[in-house]
């Protein structure tokens, strides 16, 4: 195939635009690409063409309208060296009624380009065709209905568990049933590691940065080293340059814990190929669906520590492991990190709500880094040394406190519930009183305007609140406590000898200091109390095979300050 040297060569040349897509394969052959090139070589042949350039755009829709293949011929077209296009049917060049009309009655004819669909006889050299609309038109309600029918097919996927979407990265179809997604153990391993350093404290940026120092193939590259075609941007100049975004991604996909997630995206019209993320409660979920990859417990934990986004370094880059997990017992803000501008080695946290800094807090909560850690490292001790030899004990202990905390939970969030309900309510009185106010001319109308914007905007507000609540109440009304993974994660540390942010990450969901005081006899003791993930706070029983945490600290010089337990977590 040759292009035209000049445009003397233009009447001498044309373009065949071969299309197929997935939808068209389910058709007769005739729709394949090997017979439209067949069809349309020997058609351009006949009518004496001397120069053939072909554009095909295999398993692509004709509604789209940025088709590589058919944008690049358009491009040709407008430099003026092509003079006639020939296509199967006016179907191939697009199913978009509008789009095609405009191609056929304003482009060609503008640029002077002869159009040839060869199996509906048209040929525009021979004059108008008054069907050409009403062909495009039935082209377009053809695309609709197939989009139609997808649409039902997939729901009826949805209802059966069936995944509308491609496996994650991790995970690859059963060669003998597509449905199902077997553990690519390969890229499994991957995610696994990934899932690891995050607890371990590594941020993003610095996982991914190790994932390229290992040459490990990013997703992209992996899916076609085995062979498989999937969308997405590919760069051929980095195989191995991971992408703290890509880290992320697989740090979010709860399909990872074995779960199948369909609706999670949609499109506003078959014609419109952006798609749209699908709002949580519209997405259907059937959990177990698959071998997991992650632990759910785990996985779980990282959503949490995720969401929370927490702070872990000073302004002068400085990280603790504790930073975001501490908390004030009284008011409930989370505790600063700091350290001693003399003397960097003494750091310790103090709550970020103390009225000293213009917060409402009555007391610092102060607390030392090195004498939180020696608390809880003996805490979890304790509770490794209650776990291994008081096994029944322990789980009859933790299934009560769990119970027990989340009951506790449940009250507030009703009475937080019930208490924004009540404003819910009270509000709509304020707006009825307004406009009777106003009506009557005891307030005009700019202050009506001002004081409605400002209710409105709290009602909004409100109304967002109440829905969070009612979906964090409806969790809890489902949720089991999943005592058997956090014992299978503290047994993993029943000889630690020092505290990782892993650790703490795993174990441990809150640890609310108390501002320490002084004893009738002089002594300060400082109290804290450590709530741990699916359990809460659990009081290990006076046993005589469990030692107690028993911490004395020299804070300074002359000051003394001994470590009390809370007994019980409300």
Not at 96 to 122: K, Q, W
Request: charged letters at 35%; aromatic letters at 8%; hydrophobic letters at 35%.
């Amino acid at each position: 195939m040759t292009r035209p040297k000049s445009w003397d060569d233009r009447e001498q040349t044309c373009a065949i635009y071969l299309r197929i897509s997935r939808d068209d394969k389910g058709l007769d052959e005739s729709y394949s690409i090997t017979n439209q090139r067949k069809l349309l070589t020997r058609a351009a042949k006949e009518k004496g063409f001397t120069s053939i350039i072909e554009f095909m755009d295999d398993g692509i829709t004709g509604t789209d309208r940025d088709r590589k293949e058919f944008v690049r011929m358009i491009a040709e077209l407008e430099k003026g060296c092509i003079g006639t296009v020939i296509v199967k049917d006016l179907s191939r060049l697009a199913r978009d009624h509008i789009r095609a009309d405009t191609l056929i009655e304003e482009f060609f004819p503008e640029h002077d380009i002869r159009l040839i669909a060869v199996s509906e006889g048209l040929d525009t050299d021979n004059g108008e065709d008054e069907f050409i609309p009403f062909r495009n038109l039935m082209n377009e309600w053809y695309a609709r209905d197939i989009s139609k029918k997808r649409r039902l097919t997939n729901t009826v996927k949805v209802n059966s568990g069936i995944p509308l979407s491609l496996p994650p990265y991790g995970y690859m179809k059963d060669a003998n049933d597509p449905t199902r997604w077997l553990i690519d153990e390969e890229a499994a391993a991957v995610v696994r590691r990934i899932y690891n350093m995050w607890l371990s404290g590594i941020g993003s940026e610095q996982i991914a940065r190790a994932l390229e120092e290992d040459m490990i193939l990013r997703p992209m590259h992996y899916w076609k080293s085995k062979g498989l075609n999937r969308g997405g941007k590919f760069d051929p100049e980095n195989p191995y340059k991971w992408k703290s975004s890509t880290v992320i991604k697989i740090l979010s996909q709860q399909e990872y814990c074995g779960d199948v997630i369909n609706f999670k995206t949609y499109s506003k019209s078959f014609k419109l190929k952006r798609r749209l993320v699908t709002s949580e409660e519209n997405r259907v979920i059937f959990k177990d669906n698959h071998e997991p990859i992650i632990e759910r417990a785990v996985w779980e934990r990282v959503q949490e520590k995720r969401g929370k986004a927490r702070k872990r370094k000073t302004n002068d880059g400085v990280k603790n492991m504790f930073s975001g997990l501490v908390v004030c017992a009284d008011c409930g803000s989370n505790l600063w990190f700091h350290f001693n501008q003399n003397n960097p080695a003494i750091q310790y946290f103090n709550c970020s709500n103390y009225k000293g800094n213009r917060g409402t807090c009555s007391a610092t909560h102060h607390i030392r880094v090195d004498f939180l850690e020696r608390i809880v490292l003996g805490e979890i001790r304790r509770l490794t040394q209650f776990v291994n030899k008081h096994g029944n004990q322990f789980i009859k202990a933790a299934i009560g406190f769990t119970q027990q905390a989340e009951e506790t939970l449940r009250k507030r969030k009703e009475r937080e519930l019930q208490a924004k309900k009540a404003r819910d309510r009270e509000l709509d009185k304020i707006f009825n009183r307004l406009y009777e106010d106003n009506i009557s001319g005891k307030i005009d109308d700019a202050r009506f305007m001002k004081m409605s914007a400002q209710y409105a905007k709290e009602q909004a507000a409100l109304a967002e609140q109440l829905k969070k609540l009612a979906k964090e109440l409806d969790e809890l009304e489902n949720r089991d406590a999943d005592v058997s993974s956090f014992v299978k994660a503290l047994q993993k540390y029943t000889h630690v000898r020092k505290l990782t942010e892993r650790m703490l990450n795993e174990l441990i969901e809150r640890i609310e200091v108390f501002h320490a005081e002084r004893t009738e006899n002089g002594e300060r003791r400082q109290r804290i109390r450590i709530v741990y993930n699916c359990l809460g706070s659990i009081e290990i029983p006076d046993l005589p095979d469990i030692a107690d945490c028993h911490v004395q600290f020299q804070a300074r010089k002359g000051v003394e300050i001994k470590y009390s337990q809370v007994e019980q977590a409300v």
